[in-house]
């Protein structure tokens, strides 16, 4: 089957800058995949690249099989693509109906009539087919975008930050209705975003760019759970790092025995706060610890309860669900650890932290990540 996008070798330049590097990604049809990075790394040039609004100076864009940028050059109207930007970009004097209709100049009246009637009914926005722009909510706009966007029947619909000038309660809501139309619709979609957990709940795959290439591409837990290197752990949510030595059980870090490998020297551990688990430590356990520590056979930072480390809490953060939790370990490294809303353990609290049980932690070695 024939992919829905191919980018092979695309490279773009704004003078000294270049903002895309010989890059290449193939989505598939009916898949929905997340372009995520920071500001400037290139999101916004590769989709703009792939719409025909901006020339490669190297490589290949294949839009539903066929060569749009490279050997030839298709212009952006006769590319089949939708797009979907954060600007709703509606034309504000046209009734919703007729911004649906622009893009299906050129076909007969009575099947530009059928069309918009269906994608209307679609997107649940039949009843505001007379009404303009401006008389509708920021999320019924942004599904009059998508909407139109989806009326040409394109190959690929490109979403550049569809959302995000959408206020927090209605965001969720607009996202899961724009997935279940592009998903009900079989529709391919490339959606450009810097919010992890839109990419990580939207992106059936994921590509994490960094200075003009997609430095991992793949499904939203293997960017999560297995990223390849420091940037996409960082970046691809929370992660505190501890060092690791290996000893005769293999690699340990400050709470423990991490991973049986011996065969590196020295490692990071990349440690998420779902992964950290902390136990509350008596008065009783304290003091036993104290008498333990002044013991000159037990240096200060590996004193151990059971298979953790003792910590301190530091910060405590309500975030409604779930409490986030920041300790400092006896090395002074401090580590954040997700608590159930119910449990909060006051500032100052001694605690065993450890790992959770069943996790397999990443581990670092420089920039990237060991691989087994
Ligand atoms: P992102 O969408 O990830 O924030 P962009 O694709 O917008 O990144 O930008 C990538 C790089 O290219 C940045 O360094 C940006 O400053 C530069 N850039 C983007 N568009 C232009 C332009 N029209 N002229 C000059 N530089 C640009």
């Not at 504000?92 to 911004?99: A, F, I, M, Y």
């Not at 969720?172 to 975003?193: E, I």
């Not at 505190?240 to 020295?266: I, K, M, N, Q, Y």
Request: proline share 5%; glycine share 10%; aromatic share 4%.
């Amino acid at each position: 089957m024939t992919s829905a996008l191919e980018v092979a070798g695309v490279s773009k330049s704004y003078g000294s800058t270049p903002a895309v590097r010989a890059l290449g990604l193939v989505v598939e049809q009916g898949e929905i995949l997340a372009l995520i990075g920071p500001s400037g790394c290139g999101k916004s040039t590769l989709l703009r690249l792939v719409a025909g609004l901006e020339r490669p100076d190297a490589g290949i864009v294949r839009v539903g099989g066929d060569v749009v940028a490279g050997p030839t050059w298709v212009p952006p109207e006769r590319r089949r693509v939708g797009l979907v930007f954060q600007e709703h970009a509606l034309f504000p004097h046209l009734r919703v109906s007729e911004n649906i209709r622009f893009g299906l100049d050129g076909r007969p009246r009575s099947e530009q009539d059928a069309r918009v009637v269906e994608v209307l009914e679609l997107v649940h926005l039949a009843h505001v087919a007379d009404r303009y722009p401006h008389e509708l909510s920021g999320g019924e706009q942004q599904r009059v975008a998508l909407a139109r966007a989806l009326a040409p029947r394109p190959a690929v619909v490109l979403l550049d930050e569809p959302f995000s000038s959408l206020d927090e309660s209605l965001r969720a809501r607009v996202r899961t209705d724009t997935v279940d139309v592009l998903r009900a619709t079989g529709t391919t979609a490339l959606l450009v975003t810097h919010d992890q957990t839109e990419a990580l709940t939207v992106g059936d795959r994921i590509g994490v760019m960094r200075e003009g290439v997609i430095e991992q591409l793949g499904s939203p837990d293997e960017v999560f759970e297995r990223p390849v290197s420091r940037f996409v752990a960082s970046f691809m949510g929370d992660a505190d790092f501890l060092p690791a030595s290996v000893g005769t059980d293999g690699l340990a870090c400050e709470l423990g025995v991490v991973s049986p490998r011996t065969d590196v020297d020295a490692a990071e551990v990349v440690l998420r706060p779902h992964e950290v688990a902390l136990a509350r430590l008596t008065s009783a356990d304290v003091a036993v610890l104290a008498a333990e520590s002044a013991d000159a056979t037990v240096r200060e930072g590996e004193v151990q309860v059971g298979a953790g480390a003792r910590a301190v809490v530091t910060r405590v953060e309500y975030h409604g669900a779930f409490v986030l939790h920041t300790v400092r370990l006896a090395s002074g490294r401090t580590l954040r650890s997700w608590q159930p809303h119910s449990v909060r353990h006051p500032v100052g609290t001694h605690v065993e932290v450890s790992l959770v049980p069943g996790i397999v932690a990443s581990l670092l070695v420089g920039e990237r990540t060991l691989t087994s």
